[in-house]
């Protein structure tokens, strides 16, 4: 039985949202063990959640700092560490950890601002364990679904022929009204310039449709135009956010992300289409994705059922016409860090093709900026500060 990598926890703790799902998707494939953690800001609740989750009294920390030099100096210390706090505090731990030598696993935005996303990059550039590298996973979790797998693989092998169109929402309501105003706390430090940076849904959920898109497609974006709008009363943050998108090559895009959507939970969808044919799914019902063949009746393929891609059949856990969803998505991409840290343990490489690293995390934060900065513009086409990720090394 292959040994499981021992697990840290920034974040998480009692009343926190994320922080379960990650330690869901973790625990599933039983490829982690959870032994430490700095679950919360307040001592008292970090050490009160450690509790719950069963963490050895001395391995409940006040802070990452403190985590970060007390695991790195333990033979038995944790090999990874789980970044779930809100975006601002994502670059603090993220670099004390990869100063320490421990991999890690950051949930999405990468960082709040594009200046410390560069930053993160050129430590994970530089930082070497014993002659390895680390290995850096950001939480797009959408990547994780196989039928998400199965059309990044039908797109790369020309199926829909060359890319004409790109269309990705992600629509919610949950902010239609001020939820922020009612202590809810997801609400409170997403609409905080201070903890969420300066993009509101362009940062939460609209760097998660981008990704998608990008993932899938493969088009790698030359400018765009954007309008950020918040509806909502004294909101410093937008809660609406709608993009034209130019890729290299030709192809067009569009892209809409909001908050204040009455009647959409999590909308998330993508439509590509090209000489030959199309493709569309929606996160809501992920285990069908629609080819329609130019001319051709369209097609229903469903994750483990007839047509599935080696790819897609590989992140499936149960058989066809049971369903898998967000939880088992979010484990397919633990099990692929987890791999990629065995494999740098082993002397080998720490690249996840199939799941988002730091090049994406800093593409999206230039999709970020390059959002606000024509949105501040009247709307004005804009290119991103990141033409494309770079494969290792330090930004331009």
């Given amino acids: 039985m292959t040994r ?27 490829d982690y063990e959870l032994v430490a953690g ?6 008292e609740k970090g050490r009160a959640s450690a509790e719950d989750l069963g963490i050895a009294p001395g391995r409940a920390y006040a802070s990452w700092e403190e985590m970060a030099r007390a695991e790195a ?10 970044i779930v706090t809100p975006n601002h505090l994502h670059f603090g731990p993220a670099k004390a950890f990869l100063e320490a030598g421990i991999h890690v696993i950051c949930d999405k935005p990468l960082t709040s601002t594009l200046e410390d996303a560069r930053a993160l990059a050129r430590i994970l550039a530089a930082r070497m364990v014993g002659g390895r590298p680390l290995v850096f996973g950001l939480t797009h979790a959408y990547a994780g679904y196989p039928l998400v797998r199965q ?3 039908m797109v790369a092998r020309g199926d829909l022929g060359p890319l004409r169109i790109a269309q990705v929402e992600y629509p919610q309501d949950w902010l239609t009204e001020p939820a922020e105003d009612s202590g809810n706390k997801q609400a409170l430090w997403r609409m905080d310039p201070a903890n969420a940076g300066e993009g509101g849904a362009v940062g939460d959920i609209g760097t998660h449709a981008y ?13 765009l135009s954007a309008d950020l709008r918040s509806f909502g009363p004294g909101r410093r943050l937008d809660d609406d956010v709608q993009a034209m998108l130019r890729f290299r090559g030709g192809a067009r895009g ?31 019902a992920p285990n069908q994705l629609w080819f329609s063949p130019y001319g051709e009746p369209r097609r229903l393929l469903t994750r483990g059922g007839a047509g599935a891609s080696p790819g897609a059949a590989s992140l499936t856990r149960t058989p066809a016409g049971h ?3 967000y939880l088992e998505a979010f484990a397919n991409l633990y099990q692929d860090y987890a791999r990629a840290i065995r494999r740098v343990q082993a002397g080998g490489s720490p690249e996840t093709p199939e799941s988002p690293g730091l090049a994406e995390g800093l593409e999206g934060m230039a999709f970020i900026d390059a959002c606000l900065r024509s949105s501040r513009a009247d709307a004005a086409w ?14 331009s």
């Fill in 4 to 30: 499981r990598l021992r697990l840290g926890m920034v974040g998480g703790g009692r009343g926190a949202f994320i922080g379960a799902v990650h330690r869901f998707a973790a625990r599933l494939d039983g």
């Fill in 254 to 284: 569009m892209l809409w992300a909001s908050q204040i959507a009455p009647g959409h939970e999590n909308g998330l969808r993508l439509r590509v289409y090209g000489a030959k044919g199309g493709l569309e799914w929606a996160q809501e």
């Fill in 382 to 395: 804009t290119a991103p500060s990141l033409l494309e990720p770079p494969d290792s090394g330090v930004p």
């Fill in 38 to 43: 700095a679950f919360s800001a307040d001592p």
């Fill in 73 to 82: 100096a333990r033979p038995d210390g944790i090999e990874v560490v789980s």
């Fill in 211 to 223: 990704h998608l898109l990008r993932h899938v497609t493969g088009l790698k974006l030359e400018a």
């Fill in 323 to 325: 369903p898998e969803g």
């Fill in 151 to 153: 059309a990044r693989e």
